[in-house]
């Protein structure tokens, strides 16, 4: 089993930058296929970016695609969202999630494992 843990969110303005960090537990994670989510208020879980277990595979939403960046360091059991020209609708909880198949995903169902999530605000 994996626990995981997000870090990083905070209010930032228009245009700037954040990088988020999803740091797992146990010895398994770096045979999971991880990714990010959101969930705006009102609004339901969508998919942001995803990784397989390698880190060979990534998949954007097409909403960040040349803004967000995800990468994983297995060595340290941590993932990662850089996220750059942030925009007001960026504005959201982010969600680490891990899914034992190990490949990357842009489906909720495909993952097994979630973190308590980390609040990015986007507003000036």
């Known amino acids: 089993q994996v626990q995981l843990v997000e870090s990083g969110g905070g209010l930032v303005q228009p245009g700037g930058s954040l990088r988020l960090s999803c740091a797992g537990s146990g010895r398994t994670f770096s045979s999971y296929g991880m990714g990010w989510f959101r969930q705006a208020p009102g609004k339901e879980r969508e998919f942001v970016a995803t990784?397989?277990?390698?880190?060979?595979?990534?998949y954007y939403a097409d909403s960040v695609k040349g803004r967000f960046t995800i990468s994983r360091d297995n060595a340290k059991n941590t993932m990662y969202l850089q996220m750059n020209s942030l925009k007001p609708e960026d504005t959201a909880v982010y969600y680490c999630?891990?899914?034992?198949?190990?490949?990357?995903?842009?489906?909720?169902?495909?993952?097994?494992?979630w973190g308590q999530g980390t609040q990015v605000t986007v507003s000036s």
């Open positions: 999630a891990g899914g034992r198949r190990g490949y990357a995903s842009a489906y909720v169902r495909d993952y097994d494992y």
């Open positions: 990784i397989s277990y390698s880190g060979g595979s990534t």
